[in-house]
C-alpha cells in the first residue's frame, strides 16, 4: 500500500491528478505502479485502476490478471470497478473509502444510484491502511493550486 500512496502522492505533486494511486502485485512482485492522471491527460478515465490495469497487461502481456491483486489507495469507483472484473482480479486492497473522497469533492455516489452495488460474493474487497491514505485526501484537500474535475 505505500507504493501506491508514494504513487497518489507523485501525481498529485505533478499536478497530474487526482490523490490517488494503485498498484499491481503479482506472486509478490509489483507488476505495474500508477496514478491518476485525468488533469494531465484530459482524459476522465485515466483512473490509477485503470491505468495500473493497462500497464499490468501490457507487462504480462495477457488481458487476465486473475492471478493479480491490486493495492489502491482509495476504494475503485464503478467504473474502477468493472475494470477490476473485467482483468479478473480476485484481491482488492483499499485505503479510503468512497465517504472519504466524497468528502473531498471526488464524489461518484451519483453513479452507484445507475449500477447495482458490487456483489460482494464476487471479489475480495479489503480496507487496510485508512489512515495513512487518508492523509493523502487532506494533502488534496489543503492543496492551493488545484484544480477540481
Ligand atoms: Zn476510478
Known amino acids: 500500500m505505500q507504493a501506491a500512496i508514494d504513487e497518489a502522492r507523485e501525481g498529485m505533486k505533478d499536478n497530474h491528478g487526482g490523490p490517488f494511486g494503485a498498484i499491481i502485485v503479482k506472486d509478490g512482485k509489483v507488476v505495474s505502479r500508477a496514478h491518476n492522471k485525468v488533469l494531465i491527460t484530459n482524459d476522465p478515465t485515466a483512473h490509477a485502476e485503470v491505468l495500473a490495469i493497462r500497464q499490468a497487461s501490457e507487462v504480462l502481456e495477457n488481458f487476465d490478471l486473475s492471478d493479480c491483486e491490486i493495492y489502491t489507495s482509495s476504494q475503485p469507483c464503478p467504473m474502477c470497478l468493472a475494470a477490476i472484473y473485467w482483468a479478473r482480479i480476485k484481491k482488492v486492497y ?12 471526488f464524489d461518484d455516489s451519483l453513479f452507484y444510484k445507475f449500477i447495482r452495488e458490487e456483489d460482494e460474493n464476487a471479489l475480495e474487497m479489503l480496507n487496510i491502511d485508512r489512515k495513512e491514505c487518508l492523509e493523502l485526501l487532506r494533502e488534496w484537500d489543503e492543496k492551493s493550486d ?3 474535475y
Open 146 to 148: 488545484k484544480k477540481m
Open 94 to 105: 483499499f485505503g479510503t473509502n468512497k465517504e472519504d473522497v466524497a468528502a473531498i469533492g
